[in-house]
């Protein structure tokens, strides 16, 4: 038995940004708060947004202070900020810290909502009232746009989730038009932050059904066949659709399988070194298929022959070729992927293991049972 959910719309395609404000009108949104950051402002993204909402007489405010792994206090102010407004819909700009911000708002900020921030931590504790939302990303990677699912920054190193079905948009927007001119380092992060949803979807050990391995497998397939193409020409507006399209179908296999060990060696990596999401991603995915590959090779066997069908082998011989697929595929993205090259300290590693076993929500995941010693030897092995 299992269980599906995702988001009730999708709209998706170049130029597809032009049906915003018939989403507001079917929503019934008149006066809506669009959540965004400093960033997507100064390259003047949102004026695509707020140019619709003109035309289709919708007023607005604008929230920009939305940081990256958002903290706790920030999501909070913006939240008394939109209750100030009594705004009745929420629009999310942004990459995934923007569209994570944006739920929480869209939940906290209903005026009859009786909750707050401190109630709603951990699994399938928020509760409806939520005020219509609204979510476009500019970066093809989180998938946060079609995940119950908000990550905020909790003390100086530590993250806690928001999961409940409650944060499900009602609708998501895939324009590429808004992702063409993002920085080569951040399409290539958030590209393997995609790719990595995908791959821990398909192994998770936890509700891995056939609907998400189905998404999981398109999805990585179309993120590979994307990413080469968009990192050699930035301005390739299909393969930019292409890859917004695999982030969202990655996005909504995780969402029903959950991700695991590289996302809960990532966080401590984010929060003591302050390296993107999909950066620290990128640098810890193929050490933990490797560290995975006693307990995942028939999953990383199938995935490698539907990335390339004319494989013929065992299904230890494709596994092994999936991992090399996938250090290839990181190697390849310009990004850097050994810590001492960062100038992180290798005294730093012990406390990294160790924050890294908080993650239970996502260690439980893992095909294989992470132990504080193996969470060190991962980070040992890509220290140098």
Not at 25 to 44: C, E, F, M
Not at 192 to 211: G, R
Request: aromatic share 4%.
């Amino acid at each position: 038995m299992f269980q599906f959910q995702t988001i009730t719309n999708l709209i998706a395609g170049i130029d597809s940004l032009q049906q915003l404000g018939n989403e507001c009108k079917r929503l019934k949104i008149q006066h809506v708060l669009l959540v965004t950051d400093q960033g997507i402002i100064q390259q003047q993204l949102h004026h695509a947004i707020t140019t619709q909402l003109k035309k289709h007489h919708i007023s607005f405010a604008i929230y920009q202070d939305v940081q990256a792994d958002p903290p706790q206090h920030v999501v909070e102010q913006a939240i008394m900020f939109a209750k100030q407004l009594k705004i009745d819909g929420v629009i999310g700009l942004g990459g995934g810290s923007s569209l994570d911000v944006a739920k929480l708002i869209a939940l906290l900020a209903h005026p009859q909502q009786q909750q707050s921030i401190q109630d709603i931590y951990g699994i399938g504790q928020a509760q409806p009232p939520r005020l219509p939302l609204i979510q476009i990303p500019t970066t093809a990677g989180t998938g946060s746009e079609v995940t119950p699912i908000a990550i905020v920054t909790t003390g100086d190193t530590t993250k806690s989730g928001v999961v409940s079905p409650v944060l499900y948009a009602d609708s998501a927007i895939l324009d590429a038009r808004l992702t063409v001119n993002l920085p080569a380092h951040i399409t290539a992060a958030t590209g393997i932050d995609a790719m990595v949803h995908a791959i821990e979807a398909f192994s998770s050990k936890q509700k891995k059904n056939p609907y998400s391995d189905m998404l999981a497998k398109q999805a990585l397939y179309t993120l590979n066949q994307a990413l080469p193409i968009v990192l050699s020409e930035p301005q390739n507006l299909a393969a930019r659709q292409e890859m917004l399209f695999g982030s969202m179908l990655a996005g909504q296999a995780f969402a029903n399988a959950p991700v695991a060990a590289v996302h809960a060696l990532a966080y401590p990596l984010g929060g003591h070194c302050h390296l993107s999401h999909g950066h620290a991603n990128a640098i810890l995915l193929a050490e933990v298929l490797k560290f995975n590959l006693s307990h995942a090779t028939a999953h990383y066997a199938e995935l490698m022959q539907h990335l390339n069908p004319q494989l013929k082998g065992t299904d230890s011989m494709l596994a092994q070729q999936f991992i090399a697929h996938i250090e290839h595929v990181c190697q390849s993205s310009g990004l850097t992927l050994k810590l001492a090259e960062l100038n992180i300290s290798s005294s730093l590693l012990p406390v990294l293991a160790s924050d890294a076993m908080q993650q239970t929500r996502l260690l439980m995941n893992n095909t294989r049972e992470v132990t504080e010693a193996d969470a060190l030897a991962i980070y040992e092995a890509i220290y140098s």
